[in-house]
């Protein structure tokens, strides 16, 4: 009865005893733990054990390298002016099998560096992201003050007595940004020095070099000055079937230097301007392509667009369960002219800065693809499908001219900015000749009308052949 009761007892107490055992080797005290000063075992490097094993100790002052496929081991703060590193692949808790993480040889350990090898060292904490902070970038709160070193200066704009009176558009304060950055450029802002420019429908704030600054004063100038308030400039898109105009009005044309190639860009006096106008009025060829009641204010920007859709069928899908075993997939392409218009009075009144920009898109011709879609019941069967060939013209200009003259711009024979059928056509018959993509003569003219109307008042008149729009 004695003996079942020491097998009982003996057979109970041998796993308290094996936890005893693990848990002082945990806490440093087993005879070869590794973080017990001085009790390295002979082959081990001074400072830990590996989890997997002995590593043999690296001469005195140098480091030991890390293991093949290893990332370089993360510093970690150290007492005695020691670090202590973490290799990738090493077990999370080194602590818990009995060691520690690897450490450099020769470098003593603190108690901080230990904690954080016993928790998996740094590398395989997970980065937290939130606003303002990077994956990989450092990122610092600054010193809390913008750098002038380039004797950059605060200065802040009202601009409510212009954003008050305009009332087309829904940021009104938009179009004294646009000509800041035309007048400085994009660059100044996005590079050394530091710039700011913000701009609410009150305040305009800007932050840059007193010579940036005095370009962004000059802007702000002629949009909050009295006597441009009002100043309207009429704007007319003209296309003639040929070129030929030139020669009846080659005196009256003064050339200016213009850099888009194959435009070309001249300056008429009034009278001059609308003595052309009526010669070319009487042409049978002559198309104006918007209201000639349109009067753009300075400082704000027109656009007039004309636009049709034109169909055709792009591609097709097998579908051999409906009649004929495919189905069409149809597209639209828009084909038409945009045209953009932003002018801009100087400070004296004297001169006139504009900003012309047109776009023109015009489908050629289809080309027809045919494609073999065979059924059972037709085994030869073929359908067509159609690619689009373009042709896109992309003008984009900034001309600067003398407010009482007259501008004139021609962008050569380009598509016709409003596409129709063929002219070549007799009594409703198409000729098999002369049928391709309308070309024109495209012209555009600007001339000032001085203070002609109110700038809460719609510019846009009736007529014309599309739609005009003020922003």
């Known amino acids: ?20 055992a693990q848990d002082m080797g945990a806490n440093g005290n087993a005879p070869n733990s590794a973080s017990s000063v001085g009790a390295a075992s002979p082959g081990v490097a001074s400072g830990g054990a590996s989890a997997t094993g002995t590593a043999p100790a690296a001469p005195s002052g140098s480091s030991a390298a890390p293991p093949s496929g290893a990332t370089a081991p993360a510093s970690l703060p150290g007492g005695a002016g020691g670090s202590a590193t973490h290799a990738v692949g090493a077990p999370a808790s080194a602590g818990a099998m009995g060691g520690s993480a690897p450490v450099s040889p020769g470098l003593a350990t603190s108690p901080q560096a230990a904690s954080q090898s016993s928790a998996g060292g740094t590398a395989n904490l997970p980065r937290t992201t939130g606003p303002g902070q990077c994956l990989f970038a450092r990122v610092s709160a600054g010193s809390g003050t913008l750098p002038n070193t380039h004797g950059q200066i605060w200065r802040e704009y009202d601009i409510s007595q212009y954003t008050q009176q305009v009332s087309n558009t829904r940021r009104p304060e938009q179009a004294i940004v646009d000509w800041i950055l035309r007048e400085t450029g994009y660059e100044v802002w996005h590079s050394e020095p530091l710039g700011i420019l913000s701009a609410t429908p009150q305040v305009l704030r800007v932050y840059h070099t007193p010579q940036v600054q005095a370009l962004v004063a000059d802007v702000v100038d002629r949009f909050l000055n009295p006597d441009a308030q009002g100043h309207g400039f009429s704007l007319r898109i ?11 009005a080659q005196r009256l044309l003064q050339p200016v230097p213009a850099q888009t190639p194959g435009v070309q860009a001249w300056l008429l006096e009034k009278e001059g301007a609308a003595l052309l106008l009526a010669d070319l009025r009487r042409r049978t060829d002559y198309r104006e392509h918007n209201s000639p009641h349109l009067l753009v204010p300075s400082g704000q920007s027109a656009v007039v667009s004309a636009f049709r859709g034109r169909n055709y069928v792009r591609n097709i899908t097998f579908r051999p369960e409906v009649w004929p075993g495919y189905e069409p997939e149809t597209a639209l392409v828009d084909e038409g002219f945009s045209l ?22 015009q489908v050629e011709k289809f080309e027809p693809v045919m494609l073999d879609v065979p059924t ?96």
Not at 444 to 468: D, F, H, M, N
């Open 1 to 20: 009865m004695a003996m079942r009761a020491w097998i009982v007892f003996a057979v109970l107490a041998w796993p308290i005893g094996g936890l005893f």
């Open 238 to 248: 003209i296309t003639l079937d040929s070129p030929n105009w030139r020669v009846r």
């Open 340 to 361: 953009e218009f932003s002018p801009l009075l100087s400070v004296d009144g004297r001169m006139v800065d504009a900003i012309l920009r047109c776009h023109i898109d």
């Open 376 to 471: 059972p019941a037709a085994p030869r069967q073929r359908t067509k499908i159609e690619v689009p060939q373009w042709c896109q013209i992309r003008f984009h200009e900034r001309f600067r001219w003398p407010v009482q003259q007259v501008l004139l711009v021609g962008l050569g024979v380009v598509p016709s900015p409003v596409p129709g059928e063929p002219r070549s056509m007799i009594s409703g018959l198409a000729l098999p000749f002369g049928s391709g993509a309308p070309r024109a003569d495209l012209l555009i003219l600007v001339e000032s009308k001085g203070k002609s109307l109110p700038v809460r008042a719609s510019t846009a008149g009736q007529g014309g052949v599309g739609p005009y729009s003020l922003r």
